[in-house]
């Protein structure tokens, strides 16, 4: 059986994705920062929840001891978050940079360096990390997202930087972009979850090692760095 594991996979996208691997016959490892009360995510079939806080270290080692060298198929490093979007350059706090950084930058980077030999085991060795139209310097006409952009557009430099690495052993690693969806982080505004996901599985299961490094939207299309 085919093995994705998907961090922040409690809510929101995490969830959907979780949901719509489940239903298709594969195993879960899903994390969530607090697995007691992920009820949702645990009832899926095939489903295992771990505690993981992605920017803290020892709980990615904690995550890794846990699996064993259990065989991953497919990462996606997907928890991420979104705060003061609207804030303005002198609202822009060091804490604020700093924390979302950790989050959507370093996380997925260490999370993918720890489950380097987990992956290696897999068969379809995919790793992706959930990027944004935000990280597009190409696309931003319009400013504000501060903090949120700095994090995808650093997260897209680390992960192309991972996928020229490992397409030498095999992984192919990718940016994928939901689109704007409907969850707790856009106040539920944008498409159904359902949609871009459905988008998404198809686009990582279709993936070839000639993708590796690529951005990708939740409708197969190249998005512009
Ligand atoms: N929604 C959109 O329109 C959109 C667009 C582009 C990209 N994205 C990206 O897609 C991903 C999922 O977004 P979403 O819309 O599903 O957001 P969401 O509903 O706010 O869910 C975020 C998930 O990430 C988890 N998370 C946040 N910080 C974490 C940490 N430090 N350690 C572990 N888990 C953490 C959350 O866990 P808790 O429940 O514990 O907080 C939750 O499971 C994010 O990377 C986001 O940037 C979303």
Do not use: C
């Amino acid at each position: 059986m085919q093995t994705i594991l998907i961090s922040g996979a409690n809510r929101g996208i995490g969830l959907e994705l979780a949901r719509q691997f489940s239903a298709a016959g594969w195993s879960i490892v899903g994390t969530a920062r607090r697995p007691d009360e992920a009820t949702e995510l645990k009832a899926l079939p095939g489903t295992e929840v771990l505690p993981l806080e992605a920017t803290d270290p020892s709980s990615i080692d904690e995550l890794v001891s846990r699996l064993g060298g259990r065989p991953i198929d497919v990462l996606i490093a997907n928890a991420g978050v979104a705060i003061h979007l609207e804030a303005t350059p002198v609202e822009v706090t060091r804490e604020d940079f700093l924390a979302v950084l950790a989050t959507n930058s370093f996380a997925p980077l260490a999370l993918a360096g720890a489950l380097k030999p987990n992956l290696l085991a897999g068969q379809h060795r995919v790793a992706a990390a959930m990027s944004s139209l935000m990280s597009s310097i190409t696309a931003n006409d319009w400013g504000t997202q501060y903090t949120y952009r700095a994090s995808k557009t650093g997260l897209n430099a680390l992960w192309r930087a991972l996928a020229m690495e490992w397409r030498s052993i095999g992984i192919t690693a990718v940016l994928l972009r939901p689109g704007m969806v409907a969850t707790r982080m856009t106040g539920y505004r944008g498409i159904p979850v359902e949609m871009s996901v459905a988008g998404m599985k198809m686009v990582v299961e279709r993936l070839t090692p000639a993708d590796a490094g690529r951005l990708i939207g939740y409708d197969g299309s190249d998005v512009p760095w």
